[in-house]
Nanobody
Framework: QLQLVESGGGLVQPGGSLRLSCAASGFTLDYYAIGWFRQAPGKEREGVSCISSSGGSTNYADSVKGRFTISRDNAKNTVYLQMNSLKPEDTAVYYC?????????????????????WGQGTQVTVSS
């Protein structure tokens, strides 16, 4: 069974950091681009970042540029999202999603109909 599992969410104070992980089971991530998306209460899902299958191409939403970094370790079949300088507006459920080979531009997009596999999400809460 093909599955993506996110982990690493939690409660953090403003200015703090978290690292999210997206682990695949049942398939290898070598051939897949991975996108991170988030959905805050009452809001539409929005794209955060994406990394291509090779890791050679990434893109970010403007709201997270300079603060978040996406990376991948294909040997561990895992993609990471390092989140620094977190703000209360980063509070959301974060999802990872997979599509073959190349990223989409995630800024302003929900990923619907563009990504084939989705995880269940991990909650990130930024609050003092």
């Amino acid at each position: 069974q093909l599955q993506l599992v996110e982990s690493g969410g939690g409660l953090v104070q403003p200015g703090g950091s978290l690292r999210l992980s997206c682990a695949a089971s049942g398939f290898t991530l070598d051939y897949y681009a991975i996108g991170w998306f988030r959905q805050a209460p009452g809001k539409e899902r929005e794209g955060v970042s994406c990394i291509s299958s090779s890791g050679g191409s990434t893109n970010y939403a403007d709201s997270v540029k300079g603060r978040f970094t996406i990376s991948r370790d294909n040997a561990k079949n895992t993609v990471y999202l390092q989140m620094n300088s977190l703000k209360p507006e980063d509070t959301a459920v974060y999802y990872c999603a997979a599509r073959a080979w190349l990223c989409t531009v995630v800024a302003g997009k929900s990923g619907r109909n563009e990504y084939d596999y989705w995880g269940q999400g991990t909650q990130v809460t930024v609050s003092s």
